[in-house]
């Protein structure tokens, strides 16, 4: 089993910036793909960004392309989530997940495609 610990949440106004870490335990980091989801009461985990094992492909959902950065660092079992131009909107509890990969390239986007689920860390943005 990997276990996931997510950390870096917190209260930032409308426009600011947040940097979630997600760390994991193990020796295989390097062969999972990793993603971040969020979830608000009452509605559906949302994928958010997803990253290959390698770190060479990612991928966003469109409300978050362009304000968001996803990036791993395998020597450190760990995956970050760069937030930037945060909306009142994008307040949610925010999850690491990690599944073992197919490829070093492949990448997944559905919360059913991943084994791996960290505690979930909250993001509360201000208007």
């Known amino acids: 089993q990997v276990q996931l610990v997510e950390s870096g949440g917190g209260l930032v106004q409308a426009g600011g910036s947040l940097r979630l870490s997600c760390a994991a335990s193990?020796?295989?980091?390097?062969?999972?793909?990793m993603g971040w989801f969020r979830q608000t009461p009452g509605k559906e985990r949302e994928f958010v960004a997803t990253?290959?094992?390698?770190?060479?492909?990612?991928y966003y959902a469109d409300s978050v392309r362009g304000r968001f950065t996803i990036s791993r660092d395998n020597a450190k079992n760990t995956v970050y989530l760069q937030m930037d131009s945060l909306k009142p909107e994008d307040t949610a509890v925010y999850f690491c997940?990690?599944?073992?990969?197919?490829?070093?390239?492949?990448?997944?986007?559905?919360?059913?495609?991943?084994?791996?689920w960290g505690q979930g860390t909250q993001v509360t943005v201000s208007s």
């Open positions: 990253i290959s094992r390698s770190g060479g492909n990612t």
């Open positions: 193990g020796r295989t980091f390097s062969s999972y793909a």
């Open positions: 997940a990690a599944t073992p990969a197919y490829s070093s390239s492949t990448y997944y986007l559905g919360a059913n495609s991943y084994n791996y």
